[in-house]
């Protein structure tokens, strides 16, 4: 199928202004990194999502999901057919009884916004969470954490949707939550929507707490440059960032792409950086890691294209 036609078959299901082509990817990631995706399609619907997924399986069209492309590095040469970026935003909060409290949160709401909301409303259990960049749907698909709570700890109940339209509804053991892992790390589902039960708290207590993180994050992380996040998973028995800083590698840089000075796991953009000048860096602190201390570091991040 041509270019056109498939602009013109997504303009019968997707409103215009929300499909657009050859979209520079780097303007999509937190990394700021990317090539362009073909097609990139905003969802607002369980119903928009259908149609695409309905429209990519019956013309072979390759797909791909994202949030807020915090965690992910997309290649320089972009990422073919069309791009799902869903922009799912509702939040809903039930009193279930004088203490408990249940939120029922869209996938694409950002961790950051929703912290807020629960912030005024004078919940409390997810200030750890507040400052971790990104989307509720990809927090849940990497069970993401900070401060000693990940989402496995606030999740009840997760509703997604498969490649064939089926929405299925899984409970916290169905998910499978493991570290920096869930049963939706293999992309057989897209999340749509999730419920947590959280409590009753106090706003100024709930505020302090996550100013704490907030300061931490800006002294710890370097997050006054584009990056993907933490961008290699802790060792079974060792801190990954302490083995980098070890191996003299704090500052190391390839092209624009750098070893952050302020904490070793983190790479980050100094400037123009290429997904080869990034993926070359952690090939080179895989190795000199490896070489020094003969352990295996993985990445965190996920690459597209």
Same mark, same amino acid.
Not at 10 to 31: C, G, H, V
Not at 161 to 176: C, L, M, P, R, V
Not at 284 to 293: G, L, S
């Given at each position: 199928?041509?270019?056109?036609?498939?602009?013109?078959?997504?303009?019968?299901?997707?409103?215009?202004?929300?499909?657009?082509? *050859?979209?520079?990817?780097?303007?999509?990631?937190?990394?700021?990194?990317?090539?362009?995706?073909?097609?990139?399609?905003? +969802?607002?619907? $369980?119903?928009?999502?259908?149609?695409?997924?309905?429209?990519?399986?019956?013309?072979?069209?390759?797909?791909?999901?994202?949030? *807020?492309? %915090?965690?992910?590095? +997309? #290649?320089?040469?972009?990422?073919?057919?069309? =791009? $799902? @970026?869903?922009?799912?935003?509702?939040?809903?909060?039930?009193?279930?009884?004088? !203490?408990?409290?249940? $939120?029922?949160?869209?996938?694409? +709401?950002?961790?950051?916004?929703?912290?807020?909301? #629960? /912030?005024?409303?004078?919940?409390?259990?997810?200030?750890?969470?507040?400052?971790?960049?990104?989307?509720?749907?990809?927090?849940?698909?990497? !069970?993401?954490?900070?401060?000693?709570?990940?989402?496995?700890?606030?999740?009840?109940?997760?509703?997604?949707?498969?490649?064939?339209?089926?929405?299925?509804?899984?409970? *916290?053991?169905?998910?499978?939550?493991?570290?920096?892992?869930?049963?939706?790390?293999?992309?057989?589902?897209?999340?749509?929507?999730?419920?947590?039960?959280? *409590?009753?708290?106090?706003?100024?207590?709930?505020?302090?707490?996550?100013?704490?993180?907030?300061?931490?994050?800006?002294?710890?992380?370097?997050?006054?440059?584009?990056?993907?996040?933490?961008?290699?998973?802790?060792?079974?028995?060792?801190?990954?960032?302490? /083995? &980098?800083?070890?191996?003299?590698?704090?500052?190391? %840089?390839?092209?624009?792409?750098?070893?952050?000075?302020?904490?070793?796991?983190? &790479?980050?953009? @100094?400037? !123009?950086?290429?997904?080869?000048?990034? #993926?070359?860096?952690?090939?080179?602190?895989?190795?000199? =890691?490896?070489?020094?201390?003969?352990?295996? &570091?993985?990445?965190?991040?996920?690459? #597209?294209?």
């Amino acid at each position: 199928m041509e270019n056109r036609e498939i602009i013109e078959n997504l303009r019968s299901f997707i409103p215009k202004e929300q499909i657009k082509q *050859n979209a520079l990817m780097k303007d999509y990631t937190a990394f700021k990194i990317g090539g362009p995706a073909e097609f990139l399609v905003k +969802v607002t619907s $369980i119903d928009e999502i259908r149609s695409v997924l309905d429209f990519c399986k019956n013309n072979k069209i390759s797909l791909t999901i994202i949030g *807020n492309g %915090s965690n992910i590095l +997309v #290649l320089d040469k972009g990422i073919k057919g069309i =791009v $799902i @970026k869903l922009d799912l935003k509702q939040i809903e909060i039930n009193n279930i009884d004088k !203490n408990d409290i249940e $939120i029922v949160v869209d996938s694409g +709401v950002k961790l950051g916004l929703l912290a807020q909301r #629960l /912030l005024n409303e004078e919940i409390t259990g997810f200030e750890e969470l507040s400052g971790i960049p990104g989307t509720i749907g990809g927090a849940i698909v990497m !069970n993401a954490g900070a401060h000693g709570k990940e989402m496995k700890d606030v999740i009840t109940e997760i509703t997604a949707i498969d490649y064939d339209g089926n929405i299925q509804k899984f409970s *916290n053991g169905e998910a499978e939550f493991l570290y920096r892992h869930s049963k939706f790390s293999d992309g057989k589902y897209i999340i749509l929507q999730a419920k947590m039960l959280l *409590n009753k708290g106090n706003k100024e207590e709930i505020k302090n707490k996550m100013d704490e993180y907030v300061n931490y994050r800006k002294e710890k992380q370097p997050i006054e440059y584009p990056s993907a996040g933490s961008t290699f998973k802790r060792g079974e028995d060792f801190i990954t960032a302490k /083995l &980098i800083d070890e191996a003299g590698l704090k500052g190391y %840089s390839i092209g624009g792409a750098q070893i952050s000075e302020k904490h070793a796991g983190f &790479i980050i953009n @100094k400037g !123009n950086a290429t997904s080869k000048d990034v #993926l070359d860096l952690v090939k080179y602190a895989q190795d000199k =890691v490896f070489d020094k201390f003969g352990k295996k &570091i993985e990445l965190e991040i996920r690459i #597209l294209g």
